[in-house]
Protein backbone atom coordinates (compact mmCIF):
# COMPACT_ATOMS: atom_id res chain seq x y z
CA UNK A 1 0.00 0.00 0.00
CA UNK A 2 1.99 2.84 0.93
CA UNK A 3 5.90 2.05 0.98
CA UNK A 4 7.65 2.59 4.59
CA UNK A 5 9.25 6.63 4.13
CA UNK A 6 5.67 7.22 3.39
CA UNK A 7 4.26 5.77 6.35
CA UNK A 8 7.22 7.14 8.78
CA UNK A 9 6.58 10.65 7.11
CA UNK A 10 2.73 10.26 7.38
CA UNK A 11 3.81 9.47 11.14
CA UNK A 12 5.78 12.44 11.80
CA UNK A 13 3.36 15.35 10.16
CA UNK A 14 0.66 13.60 11.96
CA UNK A 15 2.56 13.37 15.63
CA UNK A 16 3.69 17.20 14.93
CA UNK A 17 0.65 18.52 14.03
CA UNK A 18 -1.68 17.00 16.66
CA UNK A 19 0.91 17.98 19.58
CA UNK A 20 1.67 21.60 19.60
CA UNK A 21 -0.14 24.15 21.82
CA UNK A 22 -0.25 27.66 22.60
CA UNK A 23 1.30 28.92 25.15
CA UNK A 24 1.72 32.70 26.50
CA UNK A 25 5.57 33.85 26.54
CA UNK A 26 6.70 36.01 28.87
CA UNK A 27 9.95 37.12 26.72
CA UNK A 28 10.19 40.90 25.65
CA UNK A 29 8.21 41.04 22.54
CA UNK A 30 10.98 41.68 19.96
CA UNK A 31 12.76 38.24 21.55
CA UNK A 32 9.16 36.63 20.37
CA UNK A 33 8.69 37.99 17.18
CA UNK A 34 12.71 37.38 16.11
CA UNK A 35 12.13 33.82 17.23
CA UNK A 36 8.43 33.04 15.85
CA UNK A 37 7.17 33.28 12.55
CA UNK A 38 4.11 32.64 13.54
CA UNK A 39 1.87 34.14 16.67
CA UNK A 40 -1.38 34.83 18.56
CA UNK A 41 -1.95 38.27 19.68
CA UNK A 42 -4.68 38.87 22.69
CA UNK A 43 -5.70 42.73 22.65
CA UNK A 44 -7.59 44.55 24.96
CA UNK A 45 -11.67 43.94 24.68
CA UNK A 46 -10.77 39.98 24.56
CA UNK A 47 -9.88 40.42 20.81
CA UNK A 48 -7.87 37.67 19.05
CA UNK A 49 -5.51 38.03 16.53
CA UNK A 50 -3.32 35.43 14.51
CA UNK A 51 -0.24 37.10 12.97
CA UNK A 52 2.21 35.90 10.61
CA UNK A 53 5.65 37.40 9.46
CA UNK A 54 5.14 39.71 12.52
CA UNK A 55 7.55 42.53 13.31
CA UNK A 56 7.86 45.73 14.95
CA UNK A 57 7.66 49.57 13.39
CA UNK A 58 7.84 51.75 16.33
CA UNK A 59 5.32 50.99 19.11
CA UNK A 60 3.01 49.19 16.61
CA UNK A 61 3.37 45.32 15.66
CA UNK A 62 2.43 44.71 12.24
CA UNK A 63 1.93 41.28 10.64
CA UNK A 64 0.03 39.22 8.01
CA UNK A 65 -3.19 37.65 8.19
CA UNK A 66 -2.56 34.58 6.41
CA UNK A 67 0.09 33.50 4.84
CA UNK A 68 0.03 34.56 1.64
CA UNK A 69 0.59 38.01 0.46
CA UNK A 70 -2.85 39.21 -0.61
CA UNK A 71 -3.69 42.30 -0.66
CA UNK A 72 -5.29 44.02 2.48
CA UNK A 73 -4.21 41.03 4.52
CA UNK A 74 -1.68 42.87 6.79
CA UNK A 75 -2.88 43.97 10.49
CA UNK A 76 -1.39 46.70 12.58
CA UNK A 77 -1.41 46.23 16.05
CA UNK A 78 -0.56 49.03 18.92
CA UNK A 79 1.47 47.85 21.07
CA UNK A 80 -0.24 49.59 23.93
CA UNK A 81 -3.97 47.30 23.59
CA UNK A 82 -1.32 43.79 23.71
CA UNK A 83 -2.67 42.04 26.51
CA UNK A 84 -0.12 38.73 25.83
CA UNK A 85 1.55 37.43 22.91
CA UNK A 86 0.91 33.56 22.32
CA UNK A 87 3.60 31.17 20.97
CA UNK A 88 3.46 27.60 19.91
CA UNK A 89 5.02 24.98 21.78
CA UNK A 90 5.39 21.17 21.77
CA UNK A 91 3.17 19.65 24.18
CA UNK A 92 5.01 16.49 25.41
CA UNK A 93 1.88 15.12 26.97
CA UNK A 94 -0.35 15.57 23.84
CA UNK A 95 2.31 13.53 22.42
CA UNK A 96 2.03 10.99 24.24
CA UNK A 97 -0.91 10.15 24.40
CA UNK A 98 -0.47 10.55 20.76
CA UNK A 99 1.64 8.08 20.30
CA UNK A 100 -0.22 5.56 22.87
CA UNK A 101 -3.12 6.32 21.39
CA UNK A 102 -1.19 5.13 17.71
CA UNK A 103 0.47 2.02 19.43
CA UNK A 104 -2.90 0.48 20.53
CA UNK A 105 -4.51 1.39 17.23
CA UNK A 106 -2.36 -0.70 15.78
CA UNK A 107 -2.17 -3.18 18.31
CA UNK A 108 -5.71 -3.69 18.19
CA UNK A 109 -5.79 -3.60 14.26
CA UNK A 110 -3.02 -6.36 14.23
CA UNK A 111 -5.06 -8.14 16.82
CA UNK A 112 -8.52 -8.20 14.67
CA UNK A 113 -6.60 -9.09 11.28
CA UNK A 114 -5.28 -12.34 13.00
CA UNK A 115 -8.22 -13.16 14.86
CA UNK A 116 -10.10 -12.94 11.35
CA UNK A 117 -7.06 -14.83 9.46
CA UNK A 118 -7.22 -17.68 12.44
CA UNK A 119 -11.20 -17.63 12.52
CA UNK A 120 -11.04 -17.86 8.59
CA UNK A 121 -8.58 -20.96 8.53
CA UNK A 122 -9.90 -22.63 11.44
CA UNK A 123 -12.83 -24.62 9.13
CA UNK A 124 -10.69 -25.90 6.70
Known amino acids: MFNLPMRVLAGVVLITSGCSTWAVSTAPLPGI ?6 I ?3 QTLD ?3 L ?3 PLLQGDTLVGLRSRSMAPG ?9 IVWVEVRRISAGRTAFLV ?3 AATALAAAGLAAT ?7 GM
Open 33 to 38: IAAHNE
Open 40 to 42: RVR
Open 47 to 49: REV
Open 51 to 53: LFD
Open 73 to 81: GTVAIPRST
Open 100 to 102: LGL
Open 116 to 122: ANWSSNW
